[in-house]
């Protein structure tokens, strides 16, 4: 079995691998001729999906498989979220990577791209030189440095689209965004809000941004969240499931904890599930912080936290800590507010509906040893009574269906409609296959509904 096959960081939320599969591309059928004048689209990847770089030396950061002697992606820690930051900068979106010299590179984003060009017949174009002809049938890609707040990097998206729209002398024109998991939130935000700063409260959408955007592609977005989001603060991402290769570099918990985006993928309020050993439901406030130190979550308590972080860091760990789960609450609460009728742009949500999917999470007590175990794997346990409750029961209970990373609930909103609340944004088309995740984007059907749906000519 090839060595990419257990490759996971990049399959959290993010790009459209072919690792964790073990099959061939498939192959496309000969495309008919594409038509001419389709808008412009914009691809936004999904957290950890573009490069990271030294701003001063343009050194690559991420992705590489070990870590830089000189330069690591933990961000520095302070309640003041938007100082935080290092010397790192988004390179490229990441459209291929080699894991090891006698392995063929792997291909990211790079298999969308192609299909765009063959068989969409869009051609690339640049951000910061437009042609005057790039206001049609053209995509630009989007990077940019996942690790901090969403709400930052969808401003610096409307901010660039606004550029740019000054570059090519084009008030009027507007874009179609693909957009990938993690991505999707970031385009939603940018529609509702615009260049505007988070709010508290319940300031409601002005749509500032849809001006802009004609059409949004959600692919495999947790829309209401995902419960790997926590899984990840608690246990950290292993990229080859915990496997000890020396050469391979993981993203553990005390990394994860300074990302500040991976608070806002955590499940929404009303959407996650968690169950006693009972198998019985039970209500978590996941954003109130004291939940964190109740469960044996908070990543103070692990016997690691001395050695991991500075004096300073460790007394900036609880304020930082309280203003990334605040943040991410309003961030959630700001995309999930109804807009107003007639919104001026539309979305289509695109995964899958047929695959494994955690979904939920078990909290028991080891009575042994006096702690909290929260159990996201479906794994066989005995109670502390010695009653045994098997791996195939939990299954039911821990796994829903969806593209094997975000479930079909989270992507649709299904737990908010369920409450009977209102669908969060107009859906024109909600189109399911029975696909992974990591390529989503890169299933033929799939592209063949983005090619049709993309055709109306761009605004001049």
Request: net charge neutral; aromatic share 10%; proline share 7%.
């Amino acid at each position: 079995m090839p060595i990419f096959r257990f490759f996971f960081v990049l399959v959290l939320f993010a790009a459209p691998a072919a690792f964790a599969q073990n099959k061939p591309a498939e192959s496309a059928p000969a495309p008919p001729t594409p038509p001419m004048g389709k808008a412009p689209i914009i691809i936004i990847p999904g957290i950890t999906g573009s490069e990271l770089k030294n701003s001063k030396t343009d050194k690559l950061v991420w992705f590489t498989r070990g870590r830089d002697k000189d330069d690591d992606i933990r961000l520095p820690i302070s309640p003041d979220l938007k100082k935080n930051r290092d010397s790192l900068v988004a390179g490229d979106i990441i459209r291929g990577v080699r894991l090891l010299r006698f392995l063929p590179e792997v291909e990211i984003y790079n298999q969308l791209i192609e299909s765009l060009e063959k068989r969409g017949g869009y051609r690339e174009a640049k951000w910061d030189d437009p042609k005057p002809g790039d206001v049609q049938d053209t995509f630009y890609v989007f990077p940019y440095d996942w690790r901090i707040d969403n709400v930052e990097t969808a401003r610096k998206l409307i901010r660039d689209v606004e550029q740019l729209k000054r570059k090519l002398g084009k008030p009027d024109l507007k874009f179609n965004i693909v957009a990938h998991s993690m991505g999707g939130l970031i385009s939603r935000y940018a529609a509702m809000y615009g260049d505007a700063e988070l709010r508290s409260g319940t300031v409601r959408p002005t749509w500032a941004g849809a001006k802009h955007l004609d059409k949004i592609f959600l692919l495999g977005t947790p829309n209401e969240g995902s419960v790997r989001a926590l899984d990840a603060l608690i246990n950290g991402l292993s990229i080859i499931n915990g496997i000890n290769i020396p050469f391979f570099r993981d993203i553990d918990r005390f990394d994860v904890f300074t990302t500040q985006s991976i608070y806002q993928l955590l499940p929404h309020d009303g959407s996650l599930m968690a169950y006693d050993e009972e198998l019985k439901p039970i209500e978590l406030d996941i954003f109130d912080p004291q939940t964190w130190e109740e469960y044996d979550w908070a990543i103070w308590k692990d016997k690691k936290f001395d050695d991991k972080f500075s004096e300073e860091e460790q007394r900036n760990a609880r304020p930082y800590f309280r203003a990334a789960l605040k943040r991410a609450k309003d961030f959630q609460a700001a995309i999930s507010r109804p807009g107003r009728d007639n919104i001026p742009v539309t979305f289509y949500l695109l995964g899958a509906d047929c695959k494994e999917t955690p979904n939920a999470f078990i909290l028991r007590q080891d009575g042994k040893k006096d702690r909290w175990i929260t159990q996201f794997e479906p794994k066989s346990f005995k109670r502390d009574d010695g009653t045994k409750i098997e791996a195939e029961e939990l299954k039911k209970l821990l796994f829903a269906v969806g593209d094997g990373v975000v479930t079909k609930r989270s992507l649709a909103g299904e737990s908010t409609l369920k409450r009977g609340g209102e669908p969060v944004v107009p859906i024109a088309a909600e189109i399911f296959q029975c696909e992974t995740h990591t390529r989503l984007v890169t299933n033929l059907g799939i592209q063949d509904r983005l090619f049709g749906y993309m055709t109306p000519v761009a605004a001049n």
